[in-house]
T-cell receptor, first 113, second 114 residues
C-alpha cells in the first residue's frame, strides 16, 4: 500500500541554520506530494506541493523537489526563523482529489535564537 | 473568513458516553473529512464525504459514525466512547474532483475519554 516515511524529530536548529527534513514514499502510480505545516494550537495548512516528477514546490522560503528515482520529497529551507517552529507533515495523494491523502508521522522543528 | 469551524474544542467523556463533533465549512467545498491525530501516528482518516449525500470509510472507522447534513456540515459521532478514542480530531474540507487537492483544516477538537 501507500506510505510516507519522515525523519523522526524533534529537529532543533539555531536561527539562520539550514533545514532539511527527509521524506520518502511508497506508492503505486504517480502520486501528488505535499508538505503541510501545523503551528502550535492550530490545524494543518498546506505549505507546498508538487504534482509530477521533477516539479519543485516552494513557499515562504521552503522548497521540495519531487524525485521519482529516489521516491523522495525532502523539505529544505536555507535560513530558518524562530517563527518556523512547528510540526511538518509530508503527504501523498494519488486520487487528485485529496480523498485518500496518506500522511507521514510528522517532524517537529524547534528553532532557537 | 472562518474557513473550517469545529466544535467543541475540548471535551472530556467517561467510557460509554456518546457525543457528536460538529464541523462546518464556508468555502463551498464539495468534500469533507474527519481525521484523528495521535502521537507518533500522524493523521489517520476516519471517514470522508466526497460530495453531499455520500460518506465513505477511511482507515480507522470503527467506533464512529458520520452524517453529511448538507454541503456545509459534516458531523462525527461517537456512540459509546472508549479510552482508545482519546485523540485530537480534525475536520477538513477540499474542493473535490477537479480541484487543487489542497485540504483546509479546522483547529482541532481535543477529546479525552476516561
Amino acid at each position: 500500500g501507500n506510505s510516507v516515511t519522515q525523519m523522526e524529530g524533534p529537529v532543533t536548529l539555531s536561527e539562520e541554520a539550514f533545514l532539511t527534513i527527509n521524506c520518502t514514499y511508497t506508492a503505486t502510480g504517480y502520486p501528488s506530494l505535499f508538505w503541510y505545516v501545523q503551528y502550535p494550537g492550530e490545524g494543518l495548512q498546506l505549505l507546498l506541493k508538487a504534482t509530477k516528477a521533477d516539479d519543485k514546490g516552494s513557499n515562504k522560503g521552503f522548497e521540495a523537489t519531487y524525485r521519482k528515482e529516489t521516491t523522495s520529497f525532502h523539505l529544505e529551507k536555507g535560513s530558518v526563523q524562530v517563527s518556523d517552529s512547528a510540526v511538518y507533515f509530508c503527504a501523498l495523494d494519488y486520487t487528485g482529489t485529496a480523498s485518500k491523502l496518506t500522511f507521514g508521522t510528522g517532524t517537529r522543528l524547534q528553532v532557537t535564537l | 473568513n472562518a474557513g473550517v469551524t469545529q466544535t467543541p474544542k475540548f471535551q472530556v467523556l467517561k467510557t460509554g458516553q456518546s457525543m457528536t463533533l460538529q464541523c462546518a465549512q464556508d468555502m463551498n467545498h464539495n468534500s469533507m473529512y474527519w481525521y484523528r491525530q495521535d502521537p507518533g501516528m500522524g493523521l489517520r482518516l476516519i471517514y470522508y464525504s466526497a460530495s453531499e449525500g455520500t460518506t465513505d470509510k477511511g482507515e480507522v472507522p470503527n467506533g464512529y459514525n458520520v452524517s453529511r447534513l448538507n454541503k456545509r456540515e459534516f458531523s462525527l459521532r461517537l456512540e459509546s466512547a472508549a479510552p482508545s478514542q482519546t485523540s485530537v480530531y480534525f475536520c477538513a474540507s477540499s474542493e473535490g474532483t477537479g480541484g487543487s487537492g489542497e485540504l483546509f483544516f479546522g483547529e482541532g477538537s481535543r477529546l479525552t475519554v476516561l
